[in-house]
């Protein structure tokens, strides 16, 4: 199975909760589509205390997976926004 590509693309993009616009990550997108999935070894800053969870209101947004064998979080639909 492949892996996601080595070299992680430049652009970042601010992840928020949708139900209290907090930050939850920077992470490095490479593409121009909708958040479907995060892999960790993008991510530049984290700014949740518990995974997968919102810091201000405590709700789950994403689950922790291995895609093609790379840690990641499978984000849940309608639960973050990203710009």
């Given amino acids: 199975m492949s892996k996601?590509?080595?070299k992680a693309?430049?652009?970042?993009?601010?992840i928020f909760c949708k139900t209290c616009n907090a930050p939850l990550f920077k992470y490095r997108k490479g593409g121009k589509g909708a958040?479907?999935?995060c892999f960790k070894?993008?991510?530049?800053?984290d700014y949740t205390t518990i995974d997968c969870a919102c810091p201000q209101c405590k709700k789950i947004f994403a689950r922790e997976t291995l895609i093609k064998g790379t840690p990641a979080y499978k984000m849940i639909g309608?639960?973050?926004w990203f710009k």
Avoid: Y
């Fill in 35 to 37: 958040l479907v999935k």
């Fill in 9 to 14: 693309p430049s652009k970042t993009v601010d």
């Fill in 78 to 80: 309608g639960k973050v």
């Fill in 41 to 45: 070894e993008r991510i530049s800053q």
């Fill in 4 to 6: 996601p590509n080595k």
